[in-house]
C-alpha cells in the first residue's frame, strides 16, 4: 500500500513539474512568435514602402518627358518621347542583367562590384533584394534619361541607343558603386543619401560632354550671338515639372529604405526638407529672372524647382528645414547662372537645362550637404572633414562623367556620326528618324 501510494505521489510531482515547465515555457514561446510576427509585419512595410517609392520615381520618367518635349520644338516631339521610352525599357534589362552586379556586388578595390550576370549579386538587406534592384532600376533610368535632353533635336537615335547601354550598363553601375555599392567613397564617409552626385551630376557632365561633341542646332548661335529657341508646349513641361516633383517623394523619402520604427521620423523630415529646397529654388529662380531679365520668367522657375530638386537629394536627411530653404535658394542662384554661362559663354547648346540642373546643382547640393548637415556640418562645428570628403566625392563624379562622356561621345561621333543631317534637322526628326509626328491635324 505504501509503494503504491508513493508511486501515485512521484507521478504527481512529476506531472506537476511538467506542467510547472509548460507554463513557465508558454509566455517565452509566445513572446517569441510574437516577435517573429512583428519583424514579418516590419518587414512588409518596409517592404511596400520601397516598392511604393518604386513607383513614384517611375513616374519621374514621365516628367522627364513632357519637360523635355514641351522644351524642345514640336518637329522633334516624338523623337525625344521615343528616346524616353526607351530608356526605360532598355535601362530595365541592362540594370538587372549587368548593372546592379557592378553596382552592389562584392567590392573589388573599392572601384566596382562582382560582376554576377543576372542575379542579385549577394546584396543583402532588410527588404527583399528584388524589391531593392526594382528601386535602384529606377534610379539608373534617370541618369541615363538627363542626356537625352541636352543633346535633343540633333542627335541620332543609333546613336542615343548605342551610349544608353553604355551609361546603364557600364558608366553609371561602376561610379554608384563608389558611393553605394561599399566602394572608395563609402569607405571615406562620403554621403549622397539619394543621388545629387551619384545619379544627377553624373547625368549633368555626361550631358555636357554630349552636347559639346553634337555641336548646338542650327541656328542658335549666329555671328557670335545666342539667339534663343523656344520650346513649343509650355504646358507640358509645367505638367511634367509637377510629375518629377510628385516623384521626388519617392526618389529621396524611400531611399531610407523603412518606413517602420525610426525611419518613420526620418522619411518625415526628407519630405519636408525636399519640399522647402523645391520652392526656395522655384521662386529664387522667378525672382532673379525677374530681377535681371525684366520678366517672371515660367521655363528659368520650372528649372529652379527642379535646381531645388537636385540639391537638396544628398543631404536632405541630415539638414534642416532652414538647410533646405538655404540650399534650394543657393542651387536655384546657381542653375541661372549656369544657364547663362555654358550658353552665353561656351556656347554650349542645352534645350532643356539639363547641365546646370542637374550638373552644376548636383555638385553643389553634394557640397552643401558638408555645409548645412547638423552633426558634421561646417556651420554647427563639424569642421572641415565633412566638407571636404564631400567635395571629394562631387569631384569624382564630375570627373568620372566628362571623362567617360567624352570618351564615348567622340568615339560614337566617329564611328556612326552623333548628328543627324543638316535636312532633317531643319525638318524635324519625327518623319525622319520615326516616320511620325505627335500632331496630326
Known amino acids: 500500500m505504501a509503494d503504491v501510494l508513493l508511486d501515485t505521489l512521484s507521478v504527481a510531482a512529476d506531472t506537476i513539474a511538467a506542467t510547472s515547465e509548460l507554463v513557465a515555457a ?65 535601362g530595365s534589362i541592362l540594370f538587372w542583367a549587368i548593372g546592379f552586379g557592378l553596382m552592389f556586388g562584392q567590392s573589388k578595390w573599392g572601384l566596382f562590384g562582382s560582376i554576377d550576370l543576372f542575379g542579385m549579386a549577394g546584396w543583402e538587406g532588410d527588404i527583399p533584394d528584388t524589391a531593392f534592384l526594382v528601386f535602384q532600376t529606377m534610379f539608373s533610368a534617370t541618369a541615363a534619361t538627363i542626356v537625352s535632353g541636352a543633346v535633343a533635336e540633333r542627335t541620332k537615335f543609333e546613336a542615343y541607343f548605342v551610349y544608353s547601354i553604355c551609361i546603364f550598363g557600364i558608366i553609371y553601375p561602376i561610379s554608384g558603386h563608389w558611393g553605394w555599392g561599399g566602394g572608395w567613397l563609402a569607405e571615406l564617409g562620403f554621403h549622397d543619401f539619394a543621388g545629387s552626385a551619384i545619379v544627377h551630376s553624373l547625368g549633368g557632365w555626361l550631358a555636357l560632354a554630349g552636347a559639346a561633341i553634337v555641336g548646338p542646332r542650327i541656328g542658335k548661335y549666329r555671328k557670335g550671338r545666342t539667339h534663343a529657341i523656344p520650346g513649343h ?45 523645391a520652392a526656395a529654388g522655384g521662386v529664387t529662380t522667378l525672382i532673379l529672372a525677374w530681377l535681371l531679365y525684366g520678366k517672371p520668367s515660367l521655363s528659368l522657375s520650372l528649372n529652379g524647382v527642379l535646381a531645388g530638386l537636385v540639391g537638396i537629394t544628398a543631404g536632405c536627411d541630415l539638414v534642416s528645414p532652414v538647410g533646405a530653404l538655404f540650399i534650394g535658394i543657393l542651387c536655384g542662384g546657381a542653375m541661372l547662372a549656369g544657364v547663362s554661362f555654358f550658353d552665353n559663354v561656351l556656347k554650349i547648346d542645352d534645350p532643356v537645362g539639363a547641365i546646370s540642373v542637374h550638373g552644376v546643382c548636383g555638385t553643389l547640393g553634394t557640397i552643401l550637404t558638408g555645409v548645412f548637415a547638423l552633426e558634421g556640418g561646417l556651420l554647427y562645428g563639424g569642421g572641415f572633414e565633412m566638407i571636404g570628403i564631400q567635395a571629394l566625392g562631387a569631384v569624382a563624379y564630375m570627373g568620372w562623367g566628362l ?39
Open 233 to 277: 508646349n509650355l504646358t507640358m513641361a509645367t505638367l511634367g515639372v509637377f510629375l518629377l516633383w510628385f516623384g521626388w517623394f519617392g526618389f529621396n523619402p524611400c531611399s531610407q529604405l523603412g518606413a517602420s520604427g525610426e525611419s518613420a521620423q526620418v522619411i518625415s523630415d526628407v519630405f519636408m526638407t525636399t519640399n522647402i529646397a
Open 403 to 441: 571623362a567617360t562622356g567624352f570618351v564615348l561621345f567622340k568615339a560614337l561621333d566617329s564611328i556612326v556620326g552623333m548628328r543627324v543631317d543638316r535636312r532633317i534637322e531643319e525638318e524635324g526628326l519625327d518623319i525622319y528618324e520615326h516616320g511620325e509626328t505627335a500632331y496630326n491635324s
Open 26 to 90: 508558454a509566455p517565452i514561446e509566445g513572446e517569441a512568435t510574437m516577435a517573429a510576427d512583428i519583424a514579418s509585419l516590419v518587414r512588409s512595410i518596409d517592404t511596400v514602402w520601397v516598392l511604393l517609392g518604386a513607383m513614384l520615381v517611375f513616374i519621374m520618367q514621365a516628367g522627364f518627358a513632357l519637360v523635355e518635349s514641351g522644351f524642345a520644338r514640336t518637329k522633334n516631339t516624338t523623337n525625344i518621347l521615343t528616346k524616353n521610352l526607351m530608356d526605360f525599357c532598355v
